[in-house]
T-cell receptor
Framework: GAVVSQHPSWVICKSGTSVKIECRSL??????MFWYRQFPKQSLMLMAT?????????EQGVEKDKFLINHASLTLSTLTVTSAHPEDSSFYIC?????????????FGPGTRLTVL | AQKITQTQPGMFVQEKEAVTLDCTYD???????LFWYKQPSSGEMIFLIY??????QNATEGRYSLNFQKARKSANLVISASQLGDSAMYFC?????????????FGTGTRLQVTL
């Protein structure tokens, strides 16, 4: 399957700092990427849809000023958690969509575990 | 109502046996897609299999097959000849409608444990 990378794989930061997470599609161009959040023992919750060259579309209840998304190229989307607080600690995982004859399969990165102290 | 329902929080299966993981869905769209992903303890989400709403045959990918019953709105995953490495969380997901949004809605997952 397609390869999607994420960096960093884990990060620990102090409360009030900002953290940037990168999501890259390694062997294909992705016009659309998605950012999810997953709390322990729970399912994935979509945070936002990242579209190359335009503003991200955020899901209801997700603060766009807190979770800044930039999709500057066809292979890179970034999620910046601004002024992080302990409640932002979670597993963040991105995916990239390959339009393929209607399946539109999303391939996921390995995820980033964020711990805010 | 939940769009994707996985009623089995946990399942056990013996090595080499087959196991079925249940998934039911709710949508009013005619065009939709159903996906199964595997999430091992490392956290990555691994795409397993896809079934389109208009596909007449059940999807198969190696040891994975999808038992698609459209009238019942179910899309159960069947894993044949289970292996120890199959132990993981399994998520069913649905993409509703055509178009570029292609958002996925996930179920709550089933934790599969393969035993000797």
């Amino acid at each position: 399957g397609a390869v999607v990378s994420q960096h960093p794989s884990w990060v620990i930061c102090k409360s009030g700092t900002s953290v940037k997470i990168e999501c890259r599609s390694l062997d294909f161009q992705a016009t659309t990427m998605f950012w999810y959040r997953q709390f322990p023992k729970q399912s994935l919750m979509l945070m936002a849809t990242s579209n190359e060259g335009s503003k991200a579309t955020y899901e209801q209840g997700v603060e766009k000023d807190k979770f800044l998304i930039n999709h500057a190229s066809l292979t890179l989307s970034t999620l910046t958690v601004t002024s992080a607080h302990p409640e932002d600690s979670s597993f963040y995982i991105c995916s990239a969509r390959i339009p393929s004859g209607g399946t539109d399969t999303q391939y996921f990165g390995p995820g980033t575990r964020l711990t805010v102290l | 109502a939940q769009k994707i329902t996985q009623t089995q929080p946990g399942m056990f299966v013996q090595e080499k046996e087959a196991v079925t993981l249940d998934c039911t869905y709710d949508t009013s769209d005619q065009s939709y897609g159903l996906f199964w992903y595997k999430q091992p303890s490392s956290g990555e989400m691994i795409f397993l299999i896809y079934q389109g709403s208009y596909d007449e045959q059940n999807a198969t990918e190696g040891r994975y097959s999808l038992n698609f019953q459209k009238a019942r709105k179910s899309a159960n995953l069947v894993i044949s000849a289970s292996q120890l490495g199959d132990s993981a969380m399994y998520f069913c997901a649905m993409r509703e409608g055509p178009g570029t949004a292609s958002k996925l809605t996930f179920g709550t997952g089933t934790r599969l444990q393969v035993t000797l």
